[in-house]
């Protein structure tokens, strides 16, 4: 599991990375490039709309695009952390609230990105097809929430742990 996160990992930090860099280019040396961005990706009508809501919206995809590395850095974190002999630990247990607090603010940034998305479209501006880039955002929510009552769940463990290792 610990080279599986390494490797989506990485695979997302190349995607941001490669996003940024797109993004760097659209806005400082070809104004043609906003026709070609990652993966193919056309936002030029929006960039001819405005491009201050094109630096808006791109800031929040990349942005997006970040935190779900940041969530694979944390779960590499708890691979490291995590001691199976005594798994319950107040480092892991940290790392499990952040990765809950990520996946809803990602889910919330989706549903608000959407909801820009969708309000610029009723402006005027034509979107490719988003999906591989915002998604739903639904998904985001009900992991945060699951990953909040594994959490709560961890926290209690902590608990008995500790009663058992101070009644030995």
């Known amino acids: ?12 930090c190349i995607k941001t990375g490669a996003m940024m860099v797109s993004f760097v280019i659209s806005l400082v040396v070809n104004p043609e ?30 942005a997006l695009s970040f935190f779900k590395a940041y969530i694979f850095y944390m779960v590499i974190q708890i691979f490291q952390k995590i001691n199976f002999v005594n798994p319950f630990s ?9 990765i809950g607090y990520l996946a809803l603010a990602i889910g919330i940034g989706t549903v608000l990105a959407n909801a820009y998305r969708d309000w610029l479209a ?3 501006v034509s979107f490719p097809d988003l999906q ?10 009900l992991l945060g929430g699951i990953i909040f009552m594994i959490a709560e769940v961890f926290k209690r463990g902590i608990e008995i742990q500790t009663e058992n290792e101070l009644t030995v």
């Open 33 to 62: 490039a906003t026709k070609n961005l990652y993966e193919k990706l056309n936002l030029s009508n929006l960039y001819n709309y405005s491009i201050w809501h094109y630096v808006v919206f791109y800031s929040i995809l990349v």
């Open 1 to 12: 599991m610990q080279v599986i996160a390494w490797i989506t990992f990485v695979g997302i």
């Open 122 to 124: 009723q402006q005027g």
């Open 132 to 141: 591989a880039y915002v998604g739903g955002g639904a998904e985001f929510l």
């Open 90 to 98: 107040e480092a892991v247990s940290v790392l499990i609230s952040g």
